[in-house]
């Protein structure tokens, strides 16, 4: 059985900086997805993630996958308000996909 | 284009009533799935199909039905609502099993 395990759970950002989210499986997949959610609100795609060393960069965020580790990081580039949300990693298992517990981000001005 | 279109978005049940979750997606897809969202969890998938008229169970299928008979609509029906199944649901679809799936603005269900 697949499991996803994202850390950390929750992280206070300053404006500015950086930082990182980790998003680790225990299961060989072939391909790993990055959803966005705004509170209250409908999931929304990031990046899909297909190979090992695979790297996609959408304005402030960048994310990256090792397959052999079984490991993806979202990483946040001088985080501004406007990331403020829950992000969650998936992993395609079969036919089905498999979330992890999600990462709400907040950021302080 | 709507998209993903659920209803309803909200709806209180008592213990033990059953009701249908509806799910309608306008963009062709194949592939289209049910999941619950409850807090510190993520998302569990509940059902899935890969094309009409054929469904497979996911993580968390006890209590629930779907049917697929057209390649629009994915309905999950409740049988007997109990309050473990109080959570916000979301349906979702893509075009293939590997793409990004696209999501519903969801059902907040509350059992009482």
């Known amino acids: 059985e697949l499991k996803v395990e994202q850390n950390p759970l929750f992280l206070s950002m300053q404006e500015g900086k950086n930082y990182t989210i980790y998003c680790n499986y225990s299961t060989t997949s072939d391909r790993l997805y990055w959803y966005r959610q705004d509170p209250g609100k409908s999931l929304e795609s990031l990046f899909v993630?297909?190979?090992?060393?695979a790297v996609k960069q959408e304005g402030r965020l960048m994310a990256s996958l090792d397959t052999k580790a079984r490991l993806s990081t979202l990483h946040i580039t001088a985080a501004v308000h406007d990331l403020s949300a829950t992000y969650f990693c998936a992993v395609r298992y079969g036919n089905k996909l498999v979330f992890g517990a999600g990462t709400i981000l907040r950021v302080k001005s | 284009n709507a998209g993903v279109t659920q209803t309803p978005k909200f709806q209180v049940l008592k213990t033990g009533q059953s009701m249908t979750l509806q799910c309608a997606q306008d963009?062709?897809?194949?592939?289209m799935s049910w999941y619950r969202q409850d807090p510190g969890m993520g998302l569990r998938l509940i059902h899935y199909?890969?094309?009409?008229?054929?469904?497979d169970q996911g993580e968390v299928p006890n209590g629930y039905n779907v049917s697929r008979s057209t390649t629009e609509d994915f309905p999950l029906r409740l049988l007997s609502a109990a309050p473990s199944q109080t959570s916000v649901y979301f349906c979702?679809?893509?075009?293939?099993?590997?793409?990004?799936?696209?999501f519903g603005d969801g059902t907040r269900l509350s059992i009482l």
């Open positions: 963009m062709n897809h194949e592939y």
């Open positions: 199909s890969v094309g009409a008229g054929i469904t």
């Open positions: 979702a679809s893509s075009y293939s099993w590997g793409q990004p799936q696209h």
């Open positions: 993630l297909l190979s090992n060393g």
